[in-house]
């Protein structure tokens, strides 16, 4: 037999798991604007592949990621292709392709790839989005 005091318990408990879920939709109201940037290896040639992602310091804003291209450019995406990021601070992790990294007009060179950059708290990278386009300054990987 239910007494009242549960029969509450249990309907809030239902209604904060109701709540939960939908804060975990696509739907979370926040704008983003575009964000293009490049990665630069510490000789000032481009990193040619990989992946680069943007960590909201504060963990309020979901994450942004693009693909590094052969220039080392990239362009940020958070929900749709090219869409940006939310304004704010972000820490940064670079993932780069498997295999060796390739440096423009030449062969393919062995690089060994500095792992701190792997995890967006040890690489010591951060930018900042403003409310605006944003053209980042090279990052260096040094």
């Known amino acids: 037999m239910r007494t009242p005091i549960t029969q ?8 904060s798991l109701l709540a939960a ?5 696509s ?3 926040f704008t ?14 481009p990193l040619t592949k990989g992946r680069v992602t943007f960590v909201a ?3 309020l804003r979901p994450p942004a990621s693009g693909e590094i291209g052969p220039d080392g450019g990239f362009s940020l995406t958070t929900r749709a292709d090219g869409d940006g990021a939310a304004p704010g601070e972000y820490k940064i992790r670079i993932e780069p392709a498997s295999g060796p990294v390739r440096v ?3 062969r393919a060179v062995p690089t060994r790839f500095p792992v701190k950059y792997i995890d967006e708290d ?3 990278l951060a930018a900042v ?6 053209e980042l300054r090279p990052i260096t990987l040094k």
């Open 8 to 15: 509450s318990f249990a309907l809030l408990l239902s209604a």
């Open 21 to 25: 879920a939908g804060c975990q939709g």
């Open 27 to 29: 739907d979370t109201p």
């Open 32 to 45: 983003t604007y575009p964000v293009k940037g490049k990665i630069l290896l510490a000789n000032g040639k």
């Open 57 to 59: 310091a504060d963990g």
């Open 104 to 106: 423009p007009a030449t």
């Open 122 to 124: 040890s690489s010591n």
């Open 129 to 134: 989005v403003k409310a605006e386009p944003n």
